[in-house]
């Protein structure tokens, strides 16, 4: 047999089985083309689906998150809103709570307790010190300007009464303590506030009835700063051990020369009189004028009860400031004259001068006291038997008209009066009211009121 025998059938049966798979490759070929395609189109579709749902997506949060954003900006506003307008109802509460506990009567009476013991101790210590060690009065003087002073200063500035504190007897007080403290030596200066302390300011306690009234610290103010000054000059210059040494302007001034003395206090209250009129009432006319502020001279002018407002009401308008300041000069000249002439060679007659100003403030003081609390008491009784009345009659029980020892027309002129009367006048020396105008009203009673023509700053 020959090889090609054998090897016939072999290649003849390779042939054939290769073109049996053949086949079989074309038809899986087939069936993976056409299922291959498919899928490729279905995963083409999915994938394009799948990115326009993607991109919805996106867009969904993309907006959500704007929403949110603009959401959340919003809620911030509103919260940061309420908390604010929350944070400011807290501070007005605790604001109104603190003013209402500030004007409740237990502190009022607290400090009308302080005001009374302050009062009564620095008159107690004024004569211990006048009587064992004078040499201190004028520290006395000093250290009580030092606390009093700044106290009305910020009192006066919270009422929008701060025009008040240019008046000459605050410039006299300064003028004081400069040459207590940096001109001992200056003989013009001593014979100025000298004058000045004894003439206007000491004046005006019986001239415009300043109090001695101890539960008020505004009344015992303003009675320190017109009473003391005169004090601590008549001690340095009769009762002060050795004045000559501490002082050694008195070396120069064993008396004084009337013209020089009125000249030199009238110079110092020309100056005064002259800043006054600059920086009060021409720089700040507008002010004054529209009733923002008021000052002595708009306050007499308004006082239609009193002479001086009447008088400065029948003077024209042009020529009434001028008036005032020429009426405010001779007044302060004529007030000078027991100092120059009298007071200052006479331990005895500046001792009774002390005791007569004194004197006049504790008069009025008692009368304060007794006026105010007495138709306080009145009005309190006379309210109570109308209760009375009133609760009898809706028993059909017949009462008395009246109470003994008051009637109707006793409360009502007492009512009446207290309604009528002036108000407190300003502390001043040369024309000017002693207190700030309110009722004449005790302050456990009301507070002191700004008149309407005053506004807040």
Not at 93 to 115: D, F
Not at 202 to 220: E, M
Request: hydrophobic content about 40%.
């Amino acid at each position: 047999m020959s090889k090609d025998y054998f090897s016939a059938p072999f290649e003849r049966f390779k042939r054939d089985e290769m073109s049996d798979w053949a086949g079989a490759f074309t038809l899986l070929d087939t069936v993976e083309t056409y299922f291959d395609s498919h899928y490729d189109l279905l995963q083409r579709r999915l994938q394009k689906h799948s990115d326009r749902l993607k991109m919805r997506a996106e867009e969904t949060f993309k907006l959500r998150d704007l929403k949110i954003r603009d959401l959340s900006g919003d809620v911030l506003t509103e919260n940061f809103e309420r908390e604010f307008k929350a944070f400011r109802l807290r501070v007005s509460s605790r604001m109104t709570k603190l003013s209402s506990s500030w004007q409740s009567a237990k502190v009022v009476r607290t400090r009308e307790k302080i005001s009374f013991f302050f009062g009564v101790m620095s008159l107690v210590y004024s004569a211990l010190l006048f009587g064992l060690a004078p040499e201190w009065v004028h520290i006395a003087y000093t250290l009580q300007a030092l606390y009093l002073l700044p106290l009305r200063a910020y009192l006066y500035k919270k009422r929008a009464w701060h025009y008040f504190l240019f008046d000459l007897c605050y410039y006299v007080n300064i003028l004081n303590f400069v040459y207590l403290w940096l001109l001992p030596s200056s003989p013009a200066l001593f014979t100025a506030c000298y004058c000045l302390s004894h003439g206007s300011l000491a004046s005006a306690v019986i001239t415009w009835r300043n109090s001695l009234v101890f539960h008020d610290l505004d009344k015992v103010t303003s009675l320190f700063i017109h009473v003391y000054p005169s004090f601590t000059f008549t001690v340095i210059r009769h009762f002060y051990p050795s004045a000559e040494a501490r002082f050694p302007a008195l070396l120069q001034l064993p008396h004084l020369d009337p013209v020089r003395a009125i000249l030199l206090s009238g110079g110092i209250y020309l100056s005064w009189q002259l800043l006054y009129w600059k920086f009060i009432l021409v720089d700040r006319h507008e002010k004054i004028e529209s009733g923002q502020r008021t000052t002595s001279f708009s306050f007499l002018l308004n006082d239609k009860r009193g002479v001086i407002g009447r008088t400065l009401s029948s003077i024209p308008p042009a020529y009434r400031e001028m008036s005032f300041l020429t009426g405010q000069l001779v007044y302060a000249v004529l007030t000078e004259l027991p100092a120059v002439y009298l007071l200052y060679d006479s331990p005895f007659w500046s001792g009774v001068f002390l005791m007569l100003i004194l004197g006049v403030s504790v008069w009025n003081g008692g009368g304060f006291y007794i006026e105010v609390f007495g138709r306080k008491f009145e009005r309190e009784l006379e309210a109570l038997r109308k209760e009375l009345a009133e609760s009898n009659a809706r028993a059909g029980i017949e009462t008395p008209v009246s109470t003994p020892g008051l009637s109707n027309g006793g409360s009502d002129s007492g009512q009446s009066s207290v309604e009528s009367s002036p108000p407190i006048m300003m502390n001043s020396k040369h024309l000017l009211p002693e207190d700030p105008p309110a009722l004449e009203l005790s302050h456990s009673e009301i507070e002191l009121e700004v008149p309407q023509s005053k506004k807040d700053q």
